[in-house]
Structure formats: C-alpha cells, structure tokens
C-alpha cells in the first residue's frame, strides 16, 4: 500500500488559504485537513476541533514539553502547532494530508519530513492583500499593519517552497492545487509499488 502525501499550504495572513482549501477538499473528500492546535482565540463562526483545537498557553507549553508537535512556532503572538501522531497515522493509511501552516512551521516539517510537498499561497498583489484583510471585519488597524509587515518579511521564504499558486480567482487557485496533488500523485516514487513483481 501507498504512503499518503504530505502537503504543507502556507501563504501570507488574508491570502485566502482557508477559503482555498475548503473548496478543494469539497472535490476531494479523501484527502485529510490537519487541524492545527493554537493559543488565539476562536473568531466568529470557527469551531474548536473543526477549524482549530483552541487551547491554553500552559496546555500548549505541557504538549511541547511531552514532545507531541510535528512543529509548532509562535505567530503574531500566538502559538500554532502540528499533532504528530495524527499526521503519520494518516499517511500510514495511505491517506493525503493538507497541513495549512506559517513559514516557521513550514520550515520545520521540511527538515523533519523533507519528502513533503511544500505549497505558498499568494494575492495577486500586495494591495489586493491589503484590501482583502481590512475586508475580513476581524482585525483592529494595528493588527492589520502588523500582518503586512509579516507578509513583507515572509516574501524572502517563499523560494524554498515546490510550487507558487496565485489566488487571484477562487476558481483558479482551486484548480492550480489540484492540479498540484495529481500531478504528485503521479510521481514514481509513489507509483511504483504497482508494478512490483511485474
């Protein structure tokens, strides 16, 4: 049997990787969205366990502690962190896994996993970015200022990711992922148990 992929998304904060991603797994319901644990709180409509496992500092620090996170980094003041267990049980199972994470977090699936595909999600400006977050209603002014400047400084990494994919449309940003997950779908490495005793 096939090991799943793993396919680490990242993109700048108001890129539309959330809104990106849902639609992909509505046209592929076998892949496996890693829910991440984080330390901020919920925003309006998110679910605990759905969009995020939303705990405590002191809950995060124990699980670093125990050594339970693929990755976790601190982001805008906040912690994000990737289960382990959960992760390779699923590729275990042959099943694919999206993992939505930040550059730091990124970084260090790479060096853990480095067979994992690696995925940047970009705005097709940065005003269009700019916009897109004031848009959201979530953020104060300050806040907003504050993920520009991130996303200014994150530019410089995205050279170490596999592929760039632009959301300028909903539509295309869909397509240019799927297209990316059946394309490494079809590498040899991941193909060549089927002809195996051939």
Not at 54 to 61: C, K, L, S
Not at 151 to 175: C, G, S
Request: overall charge negative.
């Amino acid at each position: 049997m096939r090991k799943g992929t793993l396919v680490v998304v990242s993109g700048f904060s108001g890129a539309g990787k959330g809104t990106v991603l849902a639609q992909v797994l509505t046209k592929r319901p076998d892949l496996y969205l890693s829910v991440s644990f984080t330390t901020r709180a919920p925003r309006e409509k998110e679910q605990d366990g759905v969009n995020y496992h939303f705990i405590t500092r002191e809950e995060f620090q124990a699980r670093i502690n125990r050594g339970e996170f693929l990755e976790y980094a601190e982001y805008v003041g906040n912690y994000y962190g990737t289960s382990m267990q959960v992760i390779r049980e699923k590729l275990e199972q042959g099943i694919d896994v999206i993992l939505e994470i930040e550059i730091q977090g990124a970084a260090k699936v790479r060096e853990k996993l480095p067979e994992a595909v690696s995925l940047f999600l970009v705005p097709p400006s940065f005003e269009e970015l700019s916009r897109r977050l004031h848009d959201r209603g979530t953020d104060t002014e300050a806040t907003i200022q504050k993920r520009l400047e991130t996303a200014r400084r994150e530019v410089k990494e995205i050279v170490n990711y596999d592929y760039i994919v632009v959301n300028d449309t909903i539509d295309r940003a869909v397509e240019e992922v799927l297209a990316i997950l059946t394309a490494e779908g079809c590498r040899k490495e991941r193909r060549l148990h089927l002809i195996e005793g051939v």
